[in-house]
Each structure stands twice: as structure tokens, then as C-alpha cells.
């Protein structure tokens, strides 16, 4: 892994970890290993602790006495939870959007509208919701609350583990998703607030039923496994 001065190397760590926990490649209940990861990225054990306690706080792993740090559970009721918190929290982000964009910022925001309809042309639902959140940190930015910044940079990591079961959804989806999250950028831009939020819970809603399906669909094919491997 390649380090950035600019960084503290506790949280280019955390970061390391946290792909790799939203991407599935360490998946919940997992053991982390300080030592495997102190040796594998070439620091200390001090280093990943610092990293394992910022991970903590963005919900992506829970830290055990003498167990140490394991995945974080996905399951339904997290996943309802996550949505209840960020329906709240993103609505508020774009309401305040609304009240203190200047020009500069407006154009910033038509670019990403045409991004997104780009990546929906494509079909390619990563980088879609990637630029979706994008947007909402260009939003962040804008508001420059550092309270709900705060709040906002710990959700993220778990919004982004979420919407990472969502990529075998279909291109219809796709669209649907789209056509939810555009009055989103549009109430911003005529500075209707209450709408731009309204429309947020729905694209959270849209988005958290997505994430519902595929975890129900992802635990019967494991209940099928162990199912099978028991025979």
C-alpha cells in the first residue's frame, strides 16, 4: 500500500481495511488480525489499533475485550437501522444544500446530474452510486456543519457496504433509482428544501429495499450451502 503524507497513517490504514470490508473481502463476524495486517502493510501494531478504533466509530467492525475486532454484522435489522438514521441525517444535508449553494456550486452539481444520467446510459451501478455519494459529499462541503459532517463521515462507510449487495440489480433498477434521485438535485437547485428532503427519503427508501432484497437473497444461498455441506 502506497502511503500519503497528507494522511495520518492511522487512517490511510482504516481505509485499506474498510475497502476491504465494504467490497466483501473480509466479510461480517471475520477476526482481524493486527499482526497478519501490521506485517502485510509494513507498520507497527500501535498503527492498526489507532485504525481498528476509527473503523469502530463508522460501525463497520465491533471491538471485543480479549476477542479483539471482528466484521460487523449485516443483517436486516442493521440495515433498517442504518436507513432510519440516514433518511434523517441526508435530508437534512440537502435541505441545508438548498439554503447556502452559490453558482460555483451549482454547476459543480449539474455536472455530477450529468454524470449520473452517463452512468445510467452505461448500465454500471457502481460508478452510479459512487458519484451519488459524491454528490452528497459535495453537499456535505456546501453546509460545512461540522457536526453533521461528523455524523455523515461515519455513515458513509456502512451507506457504501450497503449499496455494494446492490450491483447484481437490474438496469430497470438502475433507471428507477435515477428518477428517484433527480428532484433530489433539482429541489436543491430551486431551493425547495422540504422537497429536496422529501425526495431524499425516497431515494433512501428505494435504495434500502434494494439492500434488503439482496441480503435475503444472499442468506438463503448460504442457508443452502450449509445446508448441503451438513449432508
Given amino acids: 500500500m502506497a502511503f500519503q503524507a497528507s494522511i495520518s497513517l492511522s487512517e490511510q490504514i482504516a481505509k485499506h481495511i474498510s475497502e476491504q470490508i465494504i467490497t466483501g473481502e473480509l466479510v461480517e463476524g471475520e477476526r482481524i488480525q493486527e499482526l497478519r495486517i501490521a506485517k502485510e502493510l509494513d507498520v507497527s501494531r500501535g498503527s492498526v489499533r489507532e485504525a481498528l478504533l476509527i473503523l469502530q466509530r463508522t460501525y463497520l467492525i465491533e471491538i471485543y475485550p480479549r476477542r479483539g ?8 435489522q442493521q440495515v433498517q437501522n442504518l436507513f432510519d438514521t440516514s433518511m434523517m441525517i441526508l435530508g437534512s444535508l440537502v435541505q441545508r444544500t ?8 451549482s454547476e459543480q452539481m449539474n455536472e455530477l446530474m450529468q454524470q449520473l444520467d452517463e452512468q445510467v446510459r452505461l448500465g454500471d451501478i457502481e ?30 462507510p456502512s451507506l457504501r457496504r450497503s449499496y455494494f449487495l446492490t450491483l447484481n440489480t437490474s ?8 428518477v428517484l434521485f433527480r428532484p433530489v438535485i433539482d429541489a436543491i437547485l430551486i431551493r425547495k428544501g ?15 429495499n434494494l439492500v434488503l432484497d439482496s441480503l435475503a437473497r444472499m442468506k438463503q444461498i448460504e442457508l443452502a450451502w450449509a445446508q448441503r455441506s451438513r449432508r
Fill in 69 to 76: 475486532a471482528v466484521v460487523s454484522e449485516m443483517s436486516a
Fill in 98 to 105: 438548498s439554503e447556502r449553494w452559490r453558482q460555483h456550486d
Fill in 127 to 156: 460508478k452510479f452510486y459512487d458519484h451519488v455519494f459524491l454528490f452528497l459529499q459535495t453537499c456535505n462541503g456546501i453546509v460545512a456543519n461540522p457536526y453533521l459532517t461528523d455524523i455523515f463521515a461515519n455513515l458513509l
Fill in 171 to 178: 438496469r430497470r433498477e438502475l433507471q428507477e433509482a435515477f
Fill in 194 to 208: 422540504e422537497q429536496a428532503a422529501l425526495f431524499m427519503e425516497d431515494f433512501c427508501r428505494h435504495l434500502r
